[in-house]
């Protein structure tokens, strides 16, 4: 079946470091994928997206890399902080999906340490 | 700013009762949606609603049913609540083919 993945559950960075969150989606259909933050409590919040037809896009610390070619996903935080701590999920649109349907990967949690 | 309100931070509830769950958003969204989030299953669609009336099973419809009266409100109801109905509820809503934007979530707890 398709599934949105993971590669890892856990990721413990030291404070200042990089953070590299990847994800493999299994739907070569798929033309938009968001990354989400869901801290403890909370609802999931949106990060960043990016269409099929790009393979970078940059944000505030944030950065998100698409290769098409062997459908990988990652988010990638530049000089992580302690409130970077949180589940990060990855999802997808595939094109035939009605009403705006996401696929949600099960989430990696990344542990900022100080 | 979208927001996307629900009702209930936290709910207590006994086996049997009838449960109702409130979502309203303020960006005249026309998808609106309800998961459930359980530890290791990740989210899990149960409803969605594309319109005004309407109303789409997601991957887990069993046990629960929606209203849409509004565009800008998504009720999600638990006839007869069970344990195994203990779980956070999280509502989103979204226009036809962007990013959800989620609530807060409710912490659903059934003894």
């Known amino acids: 079946g398709e599934s949105v993945g993971l590669h890892l559950p856990t990721l413990s960075v030291q404070e200042g470091d990089n953070s590299i969150i990847n994800c493999a989606y299994s739907n070569s259909a798929s033309d938009y994928f968001i990354w989400y933050k869901q801290e403890s409590g909370k609802g999931p919040q949106f990060i960043i997206d990016i269409r099929s037809n790009m393979d970078k896009r940059q944000g505030q610390r944030v950065t998100v890399l698409l290769n098409k070619t062997v459908k990988h996903l990652s988010l990638q935080i530049a000089a992580t902080q302690p409130g970077d701590s949180a589940v990060y999920f990855c999802?997808?649109?595939?094109?035939?999906?009605?009403?705006?349907?996401?696929?949600f990967g099960q989430g990696t949690e990344l542990s900022v340490k100080p | 700013d979208v927001k996307v309100t629900q009702s209930s931070r936290y709910l207590v509830k006994r086996t049997g009762e009838k449960v109702f769950l409130e979502c309203v958003q303020d960006?005249?969204?026309?998808?609106m949606f309800w998961y459930r989030q359980d530890p290791g299953l990740g989210l899990r669609l149960i409803y969605f609603s594309y319109d005004v009336k309407m109303k789409e099973k997601g991957d887990i419809p069993e046990g629960y049913s929606v209203s849409r009266e509004k565009k800008e409100r998504f009720s999600l109801i638990l006839e007869s609540a069970s344990t195994n109905q203990t779980s956070m509820y999280l509502c989103?809503?979204?226009?036809?083919?962007?990013?959800?934007?989620f609530g807060p979530g409710t912490r659903l707890t059934v003894t």
């Open positions: 999802a997808e649109n595939p094109l035939y999906n009605q009403g705006g349907k996401l696929i």
């Open positions: 989103a809503s979204s226009p036809p083919t962007d990013e959800q934007y």
């Open positions: 960006m005249d969204h026309e998808n």
